[in-house]
């Protein structure tokens, strides 16, 4: 004799159909496997992408800066970095100022990979645009920043 669940599967079927934050990690993934794909030929990820563009500014910001403009923690950071750093396109350096600031810039390699990927990224970006049109995807990115 098998007992009752805990929690109905009519239940289950009502997260699955209307749970916002598993929509928004479906959908985010979705993304992420497609610009990772268009980007592979660089071997940089829709992240590492993401990150390096984080780091094109005039004035080499710090990590906490960086780590807040991508909602994630400095240690998620720190790690995110290792691979970029080794490959010679992102350099960490002591702030001159303050030595117990960290800062973060591209490296004129990663400048160029940088450069290399935008039309890349555009490409694609234009390919998502055209699936949510305009007027969906105006609504969708000011929905976003709104939960952001």
């Given at each position: 004799?098998?007992?009752?669940?805990?929690?109905?599967?009519?239940?289950?079927?009502?997260?699955?159909?209307?749970?916002?934050?598993?929509?928004?990690?479906?959908?985010?993934?979705?993304?992420?496997?497609?610009?990772?794909?268009?980007?592979?030929?660089l071997d940089?990820?829709?992240?590492?992408?993401?990150?390096?563009?984080?780091?094109?500014?005039?004035?080499?910001?710090?990590?906490?800066?960086?780590?807040?403009?991508?909602?994630?923690?400095?240690?998620?950071?720190?790690?995110?970095?290792?691979?970029?750093?080794?490959?010679?396109?992102?350099?960490?350096?002591?702030?001159?100022?303050?030595?117990?600031?960290?800062?973060?810039?591209?490296?004129?390699?990663?400048?160029?990979?940088l450069a290399?990927?935008?039309?890349?990224?555009?490409?694609?970006?234009?390919?998502?645009?055209?699936?949510?049109?305009?007027?969906?995807?105006?609504?969708?990115?000011?929905?976003?920043?709104?939960?952001?």
């Amino acid at each position: 004799m098998s007992k009752s669940p805990l929690t109905p599967y009519s239940t289950t079927l009502l997260v699955r159909d209307t749970c916002l934050c598993l929509h928004v990690q479906r959908a985010a993934r979705a993304l992420a496997r497609q610009f990772d794909d268009a980007l592979r030929p660089l071997d940089i990820t829709n992240g590492q992408f993401s990150l390096m563009m984080s780091l094109n500014r005039p004035v080499p910001p710090s990590i906490s800066a960086v780590a807040s403009l991508l909602a994630m923690d400095r240690t998620t950071l720190t790690a995110a970095l290792k691979p970029l750093e080794r490959r010679g396109l992102v350099e960490v350096f002591v702030d001159a100022d303050d030595r117990r600031l960290r800062r973060l810039r591209l490296t004129p390699h990663g400048e160029r990979l940088l450069a290399e990927a935008l039309p890349i990224w555009k490409q694609t970006h234009e390919g998502v645009d055209a699936l949510l049109g305009e007027t969906s995807l105006a609504r969708l990115r000011a929905d976003l920043l709104s939960l952001a």
